[in-house]
């Protein structure tokens, strides 16, 4: 009996044990978050006096701006969340962002009877830079990509599509498979495919090859030229020069 009474005993100094273990173990958790709550605040506090120092910088130049909204990023701050509040009316990149947003619907919207919806961001910038006053803050790639991201929350529409290099924006609903980014990649030099290069250079089948240049004529991606021969071509609009256009 004795031994069943200490065997008993010895369990409940145990679980008491680690009661106060993990008791302690929250406390320093709790520590832990309290500090750097504070840290991420006084952060942000001298992320504050630094963008109303640099101001002008940021507004300016699109590689100091990039720059500003990576340092924003680390520590949970987005300008760009709202047209409201300090970062707007300090900086008013928010209102910045929201105009370009604007600007690559309007680009968008008069080339998409010619690409089909699907632009180079080359071609995009190039257009922007035009149609923008010359008083205009400067647009970089990295701008594009940002307002591009936030025009995402409108819906189904704007993507942004890895090509090789380079980004394509397509600005209509549409899902584009791999297929179909691979066929934009190849043509890429050229401006034009046809299905004996893909079963060649691909080792597709010819299903396959036939089934993805379907879709993309039906979304009119591409346009068809039988005036080569035998071999169809099949030409992308959204990878000619923008100045042919």
Same mark, same amino acid.
């Given at each position: 009996? #004795?031994?069943?009474?200490?065997?008993?005993?010895?369990?409940?100094?145990?679980?008491?044990?680690?009661?106060?273990?993990?008791?302690?173990?929250?406390?320093?958790?709790?520590?832990?978050?309290?500090?750097?709550?504070?840290?991420?605040?006084?952060?942000?506090?001298?992320?504050?006096?630094?963008?109303?120092?640099?101001?002008?910088?940021?507004?300016?130049? !699109? &590689?100091? #701006?990039?720059? @500003?909204?990576?340092?924003?990023?680390? *520590?949970?701050?987005?300008?760009?969340?709202?047209?409201?509040? @300090?970062?707007?009316?300090?900086?008013?990149?928010?209102?910045?962002?929201?105009?370009?947003?604007?600007?690559?619907?309007?680009?968008?919207?008069?080339?998409?009877?010619?690409?089909?919806?699907?632009?180079?961001?080359?071609?995009?910038?190039?257009?922007?830079?035009?149609?923008?006053?010359?008083?205009?803050?400067?647009? /970089?790639?990295?701008?594009?990509? #940002?307002?591009?991201?936030k025009l995402k929350a409108l819906g189904n529409g704007f993507t942004?599509?890895? *090509?090789?290099?380079?980004?394509?924006?397509? /600005?209509?609903?549409?899902?584009?498979?791999?297929?179909?980014?691979?066929?934009?990649?190849?043509?890429?030099?050229?401006?034009?495919?046809?299905?004996?290069?893909?079963?060649?250079?691909?080792?597709?089948?010819?299903?396959?090859?036939?089934?993805?240049?379907?879709?993309? *004529?039906?979304?009119?991606? *591409?346009?068809? &030229?039988?005036?080569?021969?035998?071999?169809?071509?099949?030409?992308? !609009?959204?990878?000619?020069?923008?100045?042919?256009?």
């Amino acid at each position: 009996m #004795r031994r069943r009474g200490a065997g008993v005993a010895a369990i409940k100094n145990k679980n008491l044990a680690q009661a106060k273990y993990k008791d302690k173990g929250n406390e320093i958790a709790e520590d832990q978050i309290t500090q750097m709550t504070k840290q991420m605040e006084t952060f942000k506090t001298y992320l504050e006096d630094f963008a109303a120092k640099h101001k002008d910088e940021i507004k300016k130049s !699109p &590689d100091f #701006r990039s720059q @500003f909204q990576e340092m924003c990023a680390s *520590v949970g701050v987005d300008p760009l969340a709202s047209s409201k509040g @300090f970062w707007a009316e300090m900086l008013g990149v928010g209102d910045f962002y929201y105009e370009l947003g604007v600007q690559i619907i309007e680009v968008c919207l008069a080339t998409s009877h010619r690409n089909g919806g699907l632009i180079s961001i080359e071609e995009l910038r190039e257009k922007l830079l035009k149609s923008r006053s010359k008083k205009s803050q400067d647009v /970089s790639y990295d701008d594009l990509l #940002r307002a591009i991201k936030k025009l995402k929350a409108l819906g189904n529409g704007f993507t942004v599509l890895t *090509v090789g290099q380079t980004y394509m924006i397509q /600005s209509v609903p549409g899902e584009l498979s791999l297929d179909h980014t691979t066929i934009i990649q190849q043509a890429q030099s050229t401006g034009h495919i046809s299905k004996s290069q893909l079963i060649k250079d691909l080792k597709w089948e010819e299903e396959r090859a036939n089934r993805a240049l379907n879709y993309m *004529v039906k979304e009119g991606l *591409v346009w068809v &030229d039988d005036q080569t021969g035998s071999d169809r071509q099949f030409w992308f !609009p959204s990878l000619f020069s923008a100045n042919t256009s």
